[in-house]
């Protein structure tokens, strides 16, 4: 499976002063997931291709798009030069099992259900398999939150947290629908909300105790850690 049933938690540290603790649904790498990796990356690809190919096929009948020129096009010099791509096209748009019935099967199509399609499509295709969140500390500097995004086509979500902003970590508890959930929060100096880490993956509460210890230790150098877990309801 591309993903894992339960996130799993990664501890970095590249430094005695720095720690990084990621939570992912990503799991461990091996043979079997490279090769579903590389399936599913191919069945992208083609889907995107095939969405495009229809979408240009839609436009090649439309009256405002230039007419078609009547011989074919030479074959380039090159492979690689950017004529090669039009040579391609032009052979593709020419080819009975290929461009034309293409063609024919986008003119048959609505236009908003085309387009509508085409979307649904382009949104499968950005689709990431995995979320992984993470936790940056940096002693002496402060600490950096960072969810990745649910597509590929939107960079992750970042916040840094300076130290003498940092009031308190702590572990909290909530219910959610029949179950109480353990959850990792930063509590910032002038917010009356609290910044919880990891909000979308939610992990176990093993996880949370051990992000939380590590990022305390590694924040306040060590020192032996009086304060209670809070809690909520």
Sequence with gaps: ???????????????????????????PPTLALRLLGALLLALRL????????????????????????????????????????WWALDAWDRAPAGGEALARLASRAPLPLLLAGAAAALYLVGLRAHRSESLLVLRGLGVQTTESAGTWFSGAATRFIPTEKIQD?????????????????????????????FPGLLPRRGIVEAVWRGARECLYEGRAEDSSKGQSV
């Design 1 to 27: 499976m591309i993903t894992t049933a339960a996130p799993r938690l990664r501890i970095r540290r590249p430094s005695p002063t720095a720690a990084e603790f990621t939570v992912t649904t990503l799991p």
């Design 46 to 85: 083609g889907l995107a291709l095939a969405t495009l190919l229809l979408l240009r096929a839609r436009w090649t009948t439309c009256p405002l798009a230039a007419p078609r020129p009547a011989s074919p096009r030479a074959p380039p010099p090159s492979p690689l030069s950017a004529d090669a791509l």
């Design 169 to 197: 970590i702590l572990v909290n508890e909530a219910f959610r629908r029949f179950e109480v959930r353990y959850y990792l929060v930063v509590v910032v100096e002038g917010e009356e909300d609290v910044v919880v880490v």
